[in-house]
């Protein structure tokens, strides 16, 4: 069950991603959780990243979570991937081979960005890659903790306040 709902999400988020090019999320959502150096990156993103991110900080506002570095987290979890955008045809790729051929996908998130494993190396390394460029921009320890960590399996029992923000922060990923 949980296999078909992660397939349906990802098919939506393919779709979403299609349609959402002209769609640009307004300053003011940001502005209150970016620094300017920060803005400046979230803009690098594309502009279906960006969407994605201003839905998940939304998801979280809307679950009472306010943590000032959980909401930079959130806006900025998917920045690494400026460093090697995917097309939604790589997105779909990552989908369909994390699905049907999970331990060659896991293989192949190893390897190098210069063949037909870049968008799963891009899937793989995107957090630590989000990570390193939101030190770069003043991004607290906290908030670059939660990107980097933000694609680890998620714990069955969060063991510090660092845990409990990131559980918040993928279970909104993962919904929108």
Known sequence: ???IYRLTYRVNQ???ALRTPARVVDT??????LSPSQIALFRQMQPSEQWHASLVVQRLKDERQDHPDLLTAALLHDVGKILCPLSPLERAMIVLGKKFFQHLASRWGKGTRRDFRRPFVVAE???EWGADL???VGASTLTVNLIRRHQDV???KPRSSEDRL???LQSADDSN
């Open 1 to 3: 069950m949980i296999q």
């Open 14 to 16: 393919f779709w979403r």
């Open 134 to 136: 939101a030190s770069r």
């Open 125 to 127: 390394r995107h957090a």
């Open 154 to 156: 998620p714990l069955e």
């Open 166 to 168: 990131l559980r918040a």
């Open 28 to 33: 003011g959502q940001i502005s209150p959780y």
